[in-house]
């Protein structure tokens, strides 16, 4: 294979020559709101993009059957009509890099932000929007480094490249999932997640379990003396923080190194219509962040049990607590893999500086590749705030700050890997 020679400054003028066009993607994007069930426009765009750099492109559909998979996530939604778009380059045989971003994006609640998540707004160098950060953001500085790479010509040391875009990386990993067991994999596979700058070297397990407790209701004037759902409900917040803490005792290695790794968040609570009655239904939605050695089946059996304690004192309403989504097992990659140093030496190579390395109380879709085909993944993309939350945003000085480090570590690597 042909050895690319190229200056950091040359790098840099590259990839500052194509940002403009990288923050229109990332806005376009941002403009396409890709939540669970309408991934297909945004989609539509990744295959574009992806075609335009040179990519063989494929709409990989995903069977409902994935559901089925062991190491799924429980479906809440059919795939019929949905799809993750993988690119490919012609492959010689040398080492393979595959670049996996997940298009999806998280709910938003429109009346806390400061304008309309779903376009775009540059503000001081950030860009809001829902999406924006997580992980948006990553695609643009995934495109930014190829796009600069092709403009100094550098295009035939990426041939044994592939890129993924995939869906549900939210809400149950389903997406990657589904790409994995269609053979889509690479000898090493980065993921523009927003860390920070910083690389993400694992996480945790997580389950989500979605309680429904079904108390019958009754007139408001009754309240004293039927079951009362809203303190069964505030009984069990109770319960899953003790949970919590239980889970966060004694760590363990390698996620000790996070001040308190398992969180147990509720995140939805539906009780009720109106003041006049007594909730007729309580529904809680809660993601359980957990240590490895329980599985998912023990934490929704665990908290099956804290429901029937909840329940003790009242006549015993009918309820059920079931797994839906989530289903991931913790992951991690050592911090002294070829990868990382690989990725490490780019950054220092252009920023002068060497990143930090993490781990986080949550997941990324690196877990399938690290644990299911010991392929080594990380996490490596933008500065971002509020992800998940209002106002989300990146930083788009960041976005080139990441291309940089990407472009260089892609030449690093297809140049050295050469059969
Ligand atoms: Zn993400």
Redesign the pocket.
């Known amino acids: 294979m042909q050895h690319i020679q190229i200056s950091n400054a040359e790098l840099r003028e590259a990839v500052a020559a194509e940002a403009p066009g990288a923050f229109e993607l990332l806005a376009a994007l941002v403009a396409r709101p890709s939540l669970r069930g309408s991934e297909s426009a945004a989609q539509e765009l990744m295959a574009s993009t992806m075609l335009e750099l040179g990519f063989d492109v494929e709409r990989l559909a995903i069977p409902d059957s994935i559901g089925d998979d062991d190491l799924a996530g429980v479906p809440a939604y059919s795939y019929e009509g949905r799809f993750d778009v993988v690119g490919r380059m012609p492959h010689d045989g040398g080492r393979s890099l595959l670049l996996n971003g997940?298009i999806d994006a998280v709910p938003a609640n429109e009346a806390t932000w400061s304008s309309d998540p779903f376009v775009p707004v540059i503000r001081d160098g950030w860009l809001y929007g829902r999406g924006a950060g997580?992980?948006k953001g990553g695609f643009s500085m995934a495109v930014l480094a190829l796009r600069a790479l092709r403009r100094l010509g550098a295009n035939a040391g990426q041939r044994n490249l592939s890129f993924l875009s995939v869906i549900e990386?939210?809400y149950t990993g389903n997406g990657t999932l589904a790409a994995v067991r269609a053979g889509v994999s690479a000898d090493a596979v980065v993921l523009p997640?927003?860390t920070n700058l910083k690389i993400l070297l694992g996480g945790v397990a997580i389950t989500w379990v979605r309680i429904i407790i079904r108390f019958g209701g009754g007139h408001a004037e009754s309240s004293d003396r039927i079951a009362a759902p809203a303190q069964v409900v505030s009984t069990l917040i109770g319960a899953l923080e003790h949970l919590e803490e239980e889970y966060n005792k004694e760590l363990k290695p390698p996620f000790d190194a996070i001040a308190r790794p398992y969180n147990v968040n509720v995140g939805v609570i539906r009780l009720g219509e109106w003041p006049s009655s007594v909730a007729a239904v309580a529904e809680l939605e809660i993601r359980v962040g957990h240590p490895d050695d329980v599985n998912d089946e023990q934490v929704r059996a665990t908290v099956h049990a804290i429901v029937a304690d909840a329940l003790r004192d009242t006549d015993g309403p009918e309820f059920e607590v079931a797994l839906h989504g989530f289903k991931a097992q913790a992951y991690h990659l050592v911090a002294d893999h070829p990868l990382v140093h690989d990725v490490v030496r780019a950054h220092v190579d252009v920023h002068g500086e060497a990143p930090s390395s993490e781990l986080l109380g949550s997941t990324?879709d690196a877990r399938y590749y690290v644990n299911q085909l010991g392929v080594p993944a990380l996490c490596f993309g933008p500065v971002v705030r509020n992800m998940h939350g209002s106002n989300e945003s990146v930083e788009l000085a960041s976005i080139e700050a990441g291309a940089l480090t990407l472009a260089r570590f892609l030449l690093n690597y297809f140049n050295e890997g050469g059969s």
């Open positions: 997940h997580d992980m990386e939210e997640e927003p990324t």
